[in-house]
């Protein structure tokens, strides 16, 4: 928008880089005008219409990948936070994965997964177990299996990004009801006994992955944690081993009203746009990653028909 000095005439004139010229107005006033070009009328819609197009990219990030790439957001605590720290982990780890598949899985996922130990036969390890924790983020991202074998509870913790992982199998796909299973320490061993030769069960292509509503019998005390504290849905026998006394102690301790405070919960997570922000600057990367790993997975699911005689 062009604007306008008046200067009245007083036989010298101080000139601005704009246009001026003398107009035939009373008091012999000057007017300039600014040179600035003004723009056309279709420009201000090709402006609004590129201002668009980040939150057009932002709107096509699938809203599973919060789940499906948690690792990839930073920790939320401020003192934790380093921008520049944070970036560079992300391209290590999309390099990594582009040597390694690392599939989708959850907190309840049976997997096998296949490192490299010096000290074994063939110089490989390779373990079944059931996912008990994932937890961490960035390149310190860990997850731990579970398994009992001989009648002997076995957990191993695994870096999700460490170079030593040569294989990640997902056996059986499926979520459970708590964000964590830590409690299967003080379960029966049937609910962490699976066979180390277990074969894998492929869900069909853009089905939901199914949540599995299985609760578990504890055994009596001791136990690993104070689990009547933890408000659990994944066990069905809390009340049996819980006394009056370790009753009222948890209902003291409990804090039902946190799930309500906004604030809490704020500085607990990543804001969104900030998630959106993440996902949009390596969502092109992921993407070619997952129609790699769908390819491979028609190959391996496909039964070469034979021929009628």
């Known amino acids: 928008m062009s604007w306008m000095h008046t200067i ?35 420009a201000n819609k090709a402006s609004s219409t590129s201002s668009n197009i980040p939150a057009e990219r932002k709107s096509i990030i699938p809203p599973n990948y919060r789940y499906v790439y948690q690792e990839f957001l930073p920790d939320p605590k401020i003192e934790w936070r380093n921008s520049v720290r944070e970036k560079l982990e992300r391209k290590d780890m999309l390099d990594r994965r582009a040597n390694i598949d690392i599939p989708e899985f959850y907190v ?79 379960a029966l061993d049937d609910y962490s006994t699976f066979d180390v030769n277990m074969e894998p069960e492929i869900l069909p292509e853009g089905a939901p992955v199914p949540v599995n509503e299985l609760k578990v019998v504890l055994k009596p005390r001791p136990w690993y944690a104070r689990w009547e504290r933890h408000n659990l849905q994944g066990v069905a026998n809390i009340d049996e081993h819980t006394n009056e006394r370790r009753r009222r102690k948890a209902e003291m301790v409990a804090t039902p009203w946190e799930k309500y405070d906004l604030m809490k919960e704020y500085r607990r997570s990543i804001p ?36 009628l005689a």
């Open 272 to 307: 969104e746009e900030e998630q959106k922000e993440i996902f949009t600057e390596i969502y092109s990367q992921l993407h070619s990653l997952e129609l790699t790993r769908k390819k491979l997975k028609r190959k391996r699911t496909f039964v070469k028909p034979n021929k």
């Open 108 to 186: 309840g996922s049976v997997l096998a997964v296949t490192s490299s130990d010096p000290h074994a036969e063939n110089k490989t390890a390779r373990f079944v177990g059931i996912c008990i924790l994932r937890e961490k983020c960035g390149l310190r991202a860990r997850f731990i299996l579970r398994n009992v074998i001989d009648h002997q509870g076995i957990e191993i913790s695994y870096d999700l990004y460490d170079p030593t992982l040569q294989k990640i199998e997902v056996l059986r796909l499926e979520k459970r009801l708590d964000e964590n299973l830590l409690y299967l320490r003080d």
């Open 8 to 42: 009245r005439a007083s036989g010298r004139f101080w000139l601005s880089p704009a246009l001026c010229r003398i107009d035939s107005t009373p008091a012999g006033t000057v007017k300039c005008y600014s040179t600035k070009p003004v723009p056309a009328l279709g």
